[in-house]
């Protein structure tokens, strides 16, 4: 099979010929049909993840079918549908895992960081990191939905927000085209923040209810003169301009991270204690999580804007995102 991987940190895409991998015990193997190439390969690409095993094939976003079974695996169907995301599997163990909190487990594997991931033709995920895809969501639009889609869906569902809440989203980009659609679907006031009067028509589109045009003004003032946010999703990897909206929060509101950027947040306590105000931030969510994103997506019609490039051209695909030019995820497809 064909495969793309990285051999050493800061190495580039070599396309290889591998054998095909066989599953484990408590394994599947994955026929891939589609997968996502997401900012965070950027960890394996340039070796900014500690401790991980070259050569490595990136991808955790993936959509296929199983395709073998191993030992002790009772979930899952040969041919069925599935997907896998960032989160890999856990070891059912520790703290968090013996209540349940998967998503928190100590010993969480990545998918793509611990084992191979989606760049490559066949790949082989631990059994619990595997979720069911409904049959009419198309793999392409289906895989980015598992890290990005998933991000911004369980962040939102999970951020307290209830119908007829303003929900503002910080950054119109891979991360913020789908929350303003779940915003918007979940039944929300969907506010869009983005940069240039030029966004509006597809922030719009999306189904904002309003957009503010972050450089044109302050947007934590423009939020106050619409009663401030429930909830500001701030998507945008900019910790300053993610800094400056704490104040466009409503009382007993949230900002909620899920863009990861290295920069600190630079936020005072008074910004935070008169108004009861939190920062919380969100990782993705179990392969279950992934499961009812896929399903909310495609009862919705949420659906990402992809730009498709074979698996062989997947150095070109990831330049296209690591550039900021993918409009806006880009997806390798299999031959
Ligand atoms: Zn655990
Ligand atoms: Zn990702």
């Known amino acids: ?45 340039e070796g900014l993840w500690p401790g991980i ?15 073998k079974i191993g030992p002790d695996v009772t979930l899952w169907k040969q041919g069925q549908r599935v997907g896998v995301g960032w989160h ?9 895992c013996r209540r349940g909190d998967f998503v928190l487990c100590q010993r969480e594997k990545v998918t793509a960081i611990h084992f191979d991931g989606g760049y490559q033709e066949y790949m082989v995920a631990p059994a619990e990191a595997v979720a069911s895809m409904p049959d009419d969501l198309p793999a392409d639009q289906a895989a980015p939905l598992l890290c990005a889609g998933i991000t911004v869906y369980n962040s939102l569902r999970n951020s307290g927000a209830r119908g007829g809440d303003l929900v503002a989203v910080q950054g119109i980009g891979g991360l913020g085209h ?75 509101g949230k900002l909620l991270v899920v863009g990861a950027g290295f920069e600190p947040l630079s936020i005072t306590p008074l910004q935070l204690i008169p108004g009861r105000k939190a920062i919380q931030g969100w990782p993705s969510g179990t392969a279950r999580d992934s499961e009812d994103t896929l399903l909310y997506s495609a009862l919705t019609g949420v659906r990402p804007m992809i730009e498709r490039y074979p698996l062989e051209k997947a150095a070109e695909g990831y330049q296209q995102m690591i550039g900021g030019k993918a409009r806006f995820r880009v997806v390798l497809t299999m031959s």
Request: charged content about 20%; proline content about 6%; some cysteine.
């Open 1 to 45: 099979m064909i495969a793309v991987q990285i051999s050493k940190a800061g190495g580039n895409f070599e396309v290889v010929e591998r054998p095909i991998p066989e599953p484990g015990r408590g394994q599947v193997r994955i026929k891939v049909d589609a997968c996502g190439v997401c900012h965070s390969d950027v960890l394996v690409k």
């Open 53 to 67: 095993q070259y050569p490595r094939v990136p991808g955790h976003e993936i959509a296929g079918r199983v395709d």
């Open 88 to 96: 890999g599997g856990h070891c059912f163990e520790c703290e968090p």
């Open 178 to 252: 789908l929350g303003i659609q779940y915003a918007r679907q979940m039944g929300f006031r969907t506010v869009a923040i983005g940069r240039g009067a030029d966004k509006q028509g597809l922030a719009k589109k999306l189904g904002a209810h309003e957009y503010i045009d972050g450089a044109a003004g302050s947007p934590a003032e423009a939020l106050q003169k619409l009663g401030g946010a429930k909830v500001i999703l701030a998507t945008a990897p900019d910790s300053k301009a993610m800094s400056a909206l704490i104040d466009g929060v409503a009382p007993n």
